[in-house]
C-alpha cells in the first residue's frame, strides 16, 4: 500500500514561474493538509480540506492555489514563485476525525526558488 | 489563540539516560494534543496523542507523554534513550479543529 505520496520530492525553479507539487493518498482519507516546513517557524499550514471541492485557508496561504476535484489528489500550485517560497512542503491526510485522528504526512517536496 | 511552544530548540541526552522533551501549549478550549517525530529527509510520523483521559498517554517506540493542566504542558518521555531516537520532534495541538498547530521543533540527539 502506498499511503500517500508527494511529487516531484526536489525541484529547482526560477522567480515567476509557476509550479505545481502533487499529492495523492491511497486511503480515500476526507482530510488533506499542505504544510511548509521552514527553519524556526516549525510546520505552518497553507491550505486545508475537509472533502473533495472544499477547500479553506490555513496560516499562511498568500501565493498559493489548490484545488480538490478528487478525494484521492490534492495539488498544491505555486503561480508565480517567489525566493521566499523556497521550503520543503509536506502534504498530509487524515481519515479519522480531525479531533482524534493522527496526521499521516507524505515525504515532502523540497522547492528550491532562484 | 492556538499556540505550541517547545522551549528548547535541541535536547543532549546520553544513550541509556531518561529524555524529556518539552511542549507548552495555549489554547481557549480542550487541547487536544499530539507528538510527532521527524527522521532526515522524511514526512513527520505520529507517536502518541492526548484528547482525554489518564494524563500519562503511552505512545510508539517507548515514548509516552504527560498531560499537566494546571502548567499547560505535555512534555514527551522516555525512560531510556537510544542512538536511534535521534530526530527532530515536534508537538502539535488541534483543539479538536481541523487546523493542527506546531511547534517548531526540538532536535533530540542522543549520545553514544
Known amino acids: 500500500d502506498a499511503g500517500i505520496t508527494q511529487s516531484p520530492r526536489y525541484k529547482i525553479t526560477e522567480t515567476g514561474r509557476q509550479v505545481t507539487l502533487m499529492c495523492h493518498q491511497t486511503?480515500?482519507?476526507?482530510?488533506m493538509f499542505w504544510y511548509r516546513q521552514d527553519l524556526g517557524h516549525g510546520l505552518r499550514l497553507i491550505y486545508y480540506?475537509?472533502?473533495?471541492?472544499?477547500?479553506d485557508k490555513g496560516e499562511v496561504p498568500d501565493g498559493y492555489v489548490v484545488s480538490r476535484s478528487k478525494t484521492e489528489n490534492f495539488p498544491l500550485t505555486l503561480e508565480s514563485a517567489t525566493r521566499s517560497q523556497t521550503s520543503v512542503y509536506f502534504c498530509?491526510?487524515?481519515?479519522?476525525?480531525?479531533?482524534?485522528?493522527?496526521?499521516?504526512f507524505g515525504e515532502g517536496s523540497r522547492l528550491t526558488v532562484l | 489563540a492556538q499556540s505550541v511552544a517547545q522551549p528548547e530548540d535541541q535536547v543532549n541526552v546520553a544513550e541509556g539516560n531518561p529524555l524529556t522533551v518539552k511542549c507548552t501549549y495555549s489554547?481557549?478550549?480542550?487541547?487536544?494534543l499530539f507528538w510527532y517525530v521527524q527522521y532526515p529527509n522524511r514526512g513527520l510520523q505520529f507517536l502518541l496523542k492526548y484528547i482525554t483521559g489518564d494524563n500519562l498517554v503511552k505512545g510508539s517506540y517507548g515514548f509516552e507523554a504527560e498531560f499537566n493542566k494546571s502548567q499547560t504542558s505535555f512534555h514527551l518521555k522516555k525512560p531510556s534513550a537510544l542512538v536511534s531516537d535521534s530526530a527532530l520532534y515536534f508537538c502539535a495541538d488541534n483543539s479538536g479543529t481541523y487546523k493542527y498547530i506546531f511547534g517548531t521543533g526540538t532536535r533530540l540527539k542522543v549520545l553514544a
Open positions: 486511503w480515500s482519507h476526507s482530510y
Open positions: 489554547v481557549s478550549g480542550n487541547p487536544y
Open positions: 480540506s475537509a472533502a473533495a471541492d472544499i477547500t
Open positions: 498530509a491526510s487524515t481519515g479519522g476525525g480531525p479531533y482524534t485522528g493522527e496526521l499521516f
